[in-house]
Nanobody
Framework: QVQPVESGGGLVQPGGSLTLSCTAS????????MGWYRQAPGKERELVAR???????NYVDSVKGRFTIGSDNAKNAVYLQMNSLKPEDTAVYYC???????????WGKGTLVTVSS
């Protein structure tokens, strides 16, 4: 079973940093695309950042220059480094991975990030 598991959420002050991690039950090479989405209260879920197995990354405009997505093949993990956090970054962050065997996107259960003073 493919089940991404997120960790690293929490409460952080504006301007602070946080790193989210997502581990997979398969080798990271089993996934063609890995990404982070977020959903704030009362808003639709949006793509935050995405990285392909070839290392190509893209970001939503609102986080460019502040967030970095990366992967660690040895740990079968994908990360989201978040710097200069703003209150509007407050949301539940979800990890998603596209499994090469069936082409489906598998989702984690989410981790809450709260940016507040």
């Amino acid at each position: 079973q493919v089940q991404p598991v997120e960790s690293g959420g929490g409460l952080v002050q504006p301007g602070g940093s946080l790193t989210l991690s997502c581990t997979a039950s398969r080798s990271i090479f089993s996934f063609t695309v890995m990404g982070w989405y977020r959903q704030a209260p009362g808003k639709e879920r949006e793509l935050v950042a995405r990285i392909t197995s070839g290392g190509s990354a893209n970001y939503v405009d609102s986080v460019k220059g502040r967030f970095t997505i990366g992967s660690d093949n040895a740990k079968n993990a994908v990360y989201l480094q978040m710097n200069s956090l703003k209150p509007e970054d407050t949301a539940v962050y979800y990890c998603t991975m596209r499994y090469v065997e069936d082409g489906l996107d598998y989702w984690g259960k989410g981790t809450l990030v709260t940016v507040s003073s």
